[in-house]
């Protein structure tokens, strides 16, 4: 059995954080955005997680294994123009072998919240961690962050 099963991703990158690094696993502060436990992990979000694919003449996601999170955050509008985002809420985490086709692929989870017509002071954001261990880390990050559309893991 693969010992880093038995270990906790959370917990051990909280640590990592708290250190300041060690060789080849950097620490990661967290965001400024209330609410915002996904930064502290390693995720990132635009254009960090994409690159521009002259072909296609777009942005499309890495074709490499991880973790990706869908959130949802809303916005307050204040008088002068300026918009404050306001608390995050965690909608779905999930893992996959190619995080292009698994994000891109029509009816699953990441399309169907960015493609619901959400009120206009609602924001959808995809963030990625691209990592071999991507099972390892979709599990405990759905344990620690209980998003609420996955469903929950039991013992296994």
């Known amino acids: 059995m693969n010992s880093m099963v038995t270990m906790d991703f959370c917990r051990i990158q909280r640590m990592i954080n708290q250190m300041g690094g060690i060789g080849e696993f950097p620490a990661f502060q967290p965001s400024k955005c209330p609410g915002d436990r996904l930064t502290e992990y390693g995720f990132c979000r635009f254009p960090d997680s994409m690159y521009f694919d ?5 942005f499309r996601y890495h074709a490499r294994p991880g973790v990706y999170a869908v ?16 608390q995050q809420h ?5 893992s996959s072998k190619n995080v292009r086709s698994r994000i891109e692929t029509p009816g ?5 919240c960015l493609d619901r017509n ?6 959808v954001v995809i963030e990625v961690l691209y990592t071999d261990q991507y099972r ?14 996955n469903i929950q893991h039991k013992n296994g």
Do not use: C
Request: aromatic share 14%; glycine share 4%.
């Open 71 to 86: 959130w949802a955050v809303s916005h307050s509008r204040e008088a002068d123009g300026y918009v404050f985002p306001q």
């Open 54 to 58: 002259e072909v296609r003449d777009e």
């Open 136 to 149: 390892w880390v979709e599990r405990s990050l759905i344990e620690e962050l209980r998003p609420l559309l």
């Open 108 to 112: 699953h989870w990441p399309q169907r």
């Open 118 to 123: 959400w009120p206009n002071h609602i924001s």
């Open 90 to 94: 965690v909608l779905y985490i999930g």
